[in-house]
């Protein structure tokens, strides 16, 4: 299990590129036994609310399916740096055409 993956809020940071991975650790977290819970920029967490909360984003990123008017400010602006983050680090010939429309609409919202 990766330890270095974080979940928090309002949405994770995403500083790797394997999505899956992330999904699937953050996935057996939730197959733990654990009343109080560390995360990495919040207080403890006493439920899984915030977990799953994480994996849904998680996985509507991985199919850039990601309902941008749903977001608050604070979620746009941690999904803006996602964006950013995966943009400048997935390769060209790695994208879905899904993604490089996310990207472009995502350069839109920003510079609104």
Do not use: C
Not at 1 to 6: G, H, I, S
Not at 34 to 46: E, K, N
Not at 49 to 60: C, M, R
Not at 84 to 106: G, P, V
Request: proline share 4%; charged share 30%.
């Amino acid at each position: 299990m990766r330890t270095d993956l974080a979940f928090e809020s309002p949405l994770p940071y995403v500083y790797n590129t394997n999505v899956v991975q992330y999904i699937e650790t953050l996935k057996s977290y939730l197959d733990l036994d654990w009343d109080v819970m560390i995360a990495s920029h919040d207080p403890p967490l006493h439920d899984k609310t915030l977990l799953e909360k994480n994996i849904k984003y998680l996985t509507d990123l991985q199919s850039w399916k990601i309902d941008i008017a749903s977001l608050t400010e604070g979620e746009l602006h941690q999904h803006i740096n996602n964006i950013k983050y995966l943009e400048d680090n997935i390769n060209d010939s790695q994208l879905t055409k899904e993604a490089r429309q996310h990207f472009d609409d995502m350069k839109k919202v920003e510079h609104h």
